[in-house]
């Protein structure tokens, strides 16, 4: 006992000093609102990535932009929490549960179902529920807690039995357990420090273990072997693989120290009722104190709980300040003047000096050399000029030109400092008039041109090579404008701070203006884009590229990702380019387009909780550094950094749905809406509401979200910071849902988060439905059909009745006209061919009996015809050319003609009607007959066949020929055509005095097919 008292005496003498001595940086603590109560005992995250709180009144889930609340039902309902304190551990267990503690018993939170269930009373009958449970961990199916005054208490989640593990020698002098602090080494053994030492417990054996007895131990936490340990006078370390002890010394005694946790980097840190946050430095050994939640508040609030989440965000739980979130790791920005400091540096202008001082352009505090590695600042003095004025300065630019010399325009005066001087002089300014409402607002290059604009005009700078005289030219009667581009063959650009940008072009010297490129708007400020020799320019309505051989340009707004669009300063480092603005800073990643289209961009946003003087910058303060340094300069001081040490920001890897609605309902009562990932649902509940949340808080406010319902969007739909999506009406079927989000940088989650949908039809929609009511159709279609047959079936079996009956009837006809009129008319003709040649020796009496007996022939040959067209056995086309070839040649048979018929050998079964089968026969009949007794030939030809669904005719003669005007009426050439027209056909003569005649006509038989 004696050595371990001078064991922390050496420890004392030379540690105390040292922890006393350092500084503490500026953390920044942010205090979040919307807990049930401001007194938070503990902090857990849960496997979903949530955190949660145990507070003086209830337990909340924090989603990094709200808190949801659980308290006691007043009304003491069953799935409430029961009991309002909890002051202990809140532990996850393999199913999902949180298990707590409250003044009134053990309950655990069914996070599934979103509900509580309660275990054990604190006044249980049995004996080891004399005191608090504290829980600790779940290992294997057993889960452990800490009882108040006993020891351990084990619970089978399967048997649901309980076991009482007691303290040696607990029976005889209880003890207050410290259950919240006990570790469990992953080995088997728990580790418990208490007033009497430090206790371990083995699973296998059950029995305890006590070392460091006699030692009174208040707080502790395990990091892999060394289990770090609150004592009186300090914290003592020990190894539980060797029980090697270390101990580190403290100036305040152990009961201020409230609570511990460690890092991902297994560094330990501690909190005190003071509301001091140290930790354990990890070479030194030494306790370091590294912030303050009181700040410079008056009031002392404790801190009661530490805890690291899975992107090692530090969360402090305070007795009366609530939860707060710290930014325990260094900016990323380097500040002056700092936080403390209570100095007003307004920063117009920058430069870098040869020495790698930077000289900062002031309003009212002229010109300081500022020292980053010291941070410290001094005057530079414009001798031999002394400022008498009262009225405050701005220190417009601080420019070197082309030879060395040093350039500031200070109010509305210049200064010159040569190349190898320490002295100022100034150059004056050639205006005519009052210089009252004069002020130097800019120095401008172009090429070897250097230009000075005030607000009443711009004017050129003129060195003597001799002399090295330096004067100045007036060039343009106002001074307005931002810059001066140089951009080949005699052109340049000039960016005007109010009224856009104009194309000169130079002329004998001068510059002469052309047109306007672009109007109503401001531009502060041009970088030339080595790689695609484009322009960028900083207006006030966004970042521009514009493309100085096409004329045209793209304008990137905050709908592209910037935070402000009113841009003050561009840099560049590498690819990427760095923005000011009155938003903050921007990191701006150019990604090329397609084939002659622009650029998009990607930005990364920075603002004052970043460590930025303030959100607003100044145009003309921003500088590149030779060493790659960035400056911006802004209403409140300055920020510098190295752009490739700023930090990419976390990798999302977790988001949870926080609300799911059907039709403005909990998707299921059954389940939370963390948990629901498949929903079927019938054919009203087409009304859905999602809400998600990204669970990284380490910027919250700038991650970006994504989703799709797939089977319904046509692709991700980028919301930004909106966090929901409805959708109303949705048709039945299988939807997905997919959501996804991003961390500042614009990574996004590699796997979204999705949720399956399926909407079921209405009965009347469903598959059983369609086949019943086909089969209707099929059946009634049929019964339809069926009718219809049968009445056509009737109807033709009554036109066939009708068409037999025809048929007999023109048999009948046929036959009576053959039998009586045929006969008769026959008759008639052989009685006037007799009466001829039998004693009639008048001339004009046997005249007539020609005519009398031509007469009969030709009736009778019609009479041939009609009965031969009427009869219904020759309805066939078939028929028609059997017929029509016999009557051809009997025509040319006894004539002083040779006849050459060529018909087809096949034709189809077709059934003609009468009238178009009489024509045909007729029309060829008559052509022949007129070729036998007009034509003075000796050969016909006549040729058929079928052609465009008709019948086509030739039938020439190697006759004299005819003038067709000369016999138009007669020949019976009018009743060819007649007959040829009627049937709809075509006819076309061929004929010419002393030569050939050609007949070609044709018949249409297409309705017959």
């Not at 105390?16 to 920044?28: V, Y």
């Not at 989000?741 to 598959?767: C, H, R």
């Amino acid at each position: 006992m004696k050595f371990y008292r001078f064991f922390i005496f050496l420890f004392a003498c030379g540690f105390i000093l040292p922890a006393m001595g350092q500084e503490m940086p500026d953390f920044r603590f942010q205090q979040l609102e919307g807990l049930s109560q401001n007194t938070v005992f503990n902090i857990t995250q849960d496997k979903q990535g949530f955190l949660w709180a145990g507070t003086g009144d209830g337990l909340n889930r924090y989603d990094g932009a709200s808190f949801k609340t659980y308290k006691p039902s007043p009304l003491n309902t069953d799935g409430w929490i029961k009991g309002r304190v909890i002051r202990n551990n809140i532990v996850e267990d393999d199913s999902n549960r949180l298990w707590i503690g409250t003044e009134t018993g053990l309950q655990f939170f069914d996070k599934r179902k979103d509900r509580f269930q309660y275990l054990l009373p604190f006044n249980d009958s049995l004996e080891y529920m004399n005191g608090s449970l504290y829980p600790i961990k779940q290992v294997g199916d057993l889960f452990w807690f800490g009882q108040t005054t006993s020891g351990l208490l084990s619970y089978n989640v399967q048997t649901k039995k309980y076991q009482l593990h007691s303290f040696p020698g607990a029976d005889k002098t209880p003890m207050q357990f410290l259950g919240e602090k006990t570790s469990y080494d992953g080995r088997g053994n728990f580790w418990s420090p208490q007033s009497a030492g430090l206790y371990r417990f083995n699973i296998e054996t059950g029995k305890w273990t006590i070392f460091l007895e006699h030692i009174k131990l208040r707080h502790s936490c395990l990091v892999n072997e060394t289990l770090y340990l609150v004592t009186e006078t300090g914290i003592l370390l020990f190894n539980i693989t060797d029980n090697h002890t270390r101990f580190i010394p403290t100036t305040q005694p152990g009961s201020s120290f409230r609570c511990m946790t460690s890092d991902h980097n297994d560094q330990v840190w501690v909190g005190d009722m003071h509301g001091k946050i140290y930790r354990i430095d990890a070479n030194s050994g030494i306790l370091v104190p590294v912030g303050n939640i009181n700040g410079n508040n008056s009031n002392v609030f404790p801190v009661y709980a530490l805890f690291f989440d899975a992107s090692d965000i530090l969360w402090v739980g305070t007795d009366g300040m609530g939860l707060l979130k710290a930014d325990i790791h260094p900016t990323q920005f380097q500040l002056y003047p700092g936080k403390k400091n209570k100095e007003f540096l307004f920063i117009k202008s920058l430069y870098e000096d040869g020495d790698g001082s930077i000289l900062l352009g002031t309003f009212g505090k002229g010109i300081l050399v500022f020292d980053k590695k010291k941070y410290t600042t001094i005057p530079l003095s414009i001798e031999p000029f002394k400022d008498r004025s009262t009225t405050p300065k701005l220190v417009s630019f601080i420019r070197e030109d082309q030879l060395g010399n040093l350039w500031i325009g200070y109010g509305d005066k210049l200064f010159c400092r040569k190349k190898e001087s320490r002295l100022f002089s100034e150059i004056p300014i050639p205006v005519s008039g009052s210089r009252e409402r004069m002020k130097v607002t800019g120095m401008l290059t172009s090429g070897q041109s250097w230009y000075i604009t005030t607000t009443l005009g711009t004017f050129r700078l003129h060195i003597e090579p001799v002399s090295n005289h330096i004067g100045l030219i007036q060039e343009r009667d106002v001074g307005d404008f931002s810059f001066i581009q140089k951009i080949g063959d005699g052109r340049y650009l000039l960016g005007f701070y109010e009224a856009g940008l104009c194309l000169y072009t130079e002329e004998n010297g001068s510059l002469k203006f052309n047109k306007f490129l672009v109007q109503n708007m401001g531009f502060k400020c041009v970088l030339n884009d080595q790689g695609s020799n484009m322009l960028w320019f900083g207006t006030d309505k966004g970042l521009m590229l514009f493309d100085p051989a096409k004329e045209n340009f793209r304008l990137y707004t905050e709908s592209d990702g910037l935070s402000n669009g009113f841009v003050y300063g561009i840099l560049e480092s590498g690819k990427e380019l760095w923005l000011s603005s009155n938003g903050g800073l921007s990191n701006v990643k150019i990604i090329p387009g397609k084939e002659g289209a622009f650029p998009s961009i990607r930005c990364k946003n920075y603002s004052l909780k970043d460590g930025l003087q303030a959100n607003e910058f100044n145009t003309g303060a921003y500088l590149k550094a030779r060493d790659g340094t960035l400056f911006f300069g802004g209403i409140n001081g300055l920020n510098w950094f190295d752009p490739s040490g700023i930090k990419p920001a976390n990798i999302i890897t977790k988001l949870a749905i926080t609300k799911l609605t059907v039709n403005d309902s909990a998707a299921d009562k059954n389940l939370s809406a963390e948990y629901v990932r498949n929903l079927v649902l019938n054919h009203t509940q087409n009304n859905l509401y999602f809400q998600f949340r990204a669970l990284e808080f380490s910027n919250p406010g700038f991650t970006h979200y994504a989703y799709q319902l797939t089977g319904w969007d046509k692709g991700w739909i980028y919301s930004n910071e909106n966090n929901e999506a409805r959708y109303n009406n949705l048709p039945p079927g299988d939807y997905v849902f997919n959501v996804k989000a991003s961390n500042n940088d614009g990574v996004w989650m590699k796997e979204p988060y999705t949720v399956s949908i399926q909407i079921l039809p209405p009965f009347w929609k469903k598959g059983w439905f369609y086949a019943l009511v086909l089969l209707a159709m099929l059946s009634v279609i049929v019964w339809i059909t069926k009718l219809f047959s049968q009445r056509k079936l009737k109807k033709e079996i009554e036109k066939l009745e009708q068409q037999k009956a025809l048929e007999m009837e023109r048999m009948r006809i046929s036959q009576e006209m053959h039998d009586d009129i045929g006969a008769g008319l026959t008759q008639i003709s052989l009685i006037s061919e007799s009466a001829k040649f039998h004693s009639l020796p008048d001339t004009n009496i046997r005249h007539e009996l020609d005519d009398i007996a031509s007469t009969s022939r030709k009736l009778v040959d019609n009479i041939g015809e009609i009965i031969w067209s009427l009869h219904p056995q020759h309805d066939s086309l078939e028929i028609l050319i059997s017929h029509l070839r016999e009557q051809l040649n009997k025509l040319t048979e006894y004539a002083a003609f040779t006849c050459s018929i060529d018909f087809p050998e096949q034709v189809p079964s077709l059934v003609l009607n009468n009238q178009l089968r009489r024509n045909i026969l007729l029309v060829c009949k008559e052509i022949v007959h007129n070729a036998i007794k007009y034509s003075q030939g000796n050969h016909i030809s006549i040729q058929a066949k079928l052609e465009n669904k008709g019948l086509a005719f030739v039938i020439s003669d190697n006759g004299v020929g005819f003038d067709e005007k000369i016999v138009k009426k007669g020949n019976g050439l009018d009743n060819i055509r007649k007959r040829v027209n009627e049937s709809g056909g075509q006819v076309t003569i061929e004929s010419q005095i002393g030569q050939d005649t050609t007949y070609r006509f044709w018949f249409p038989i297409s309705e017959y097919y």
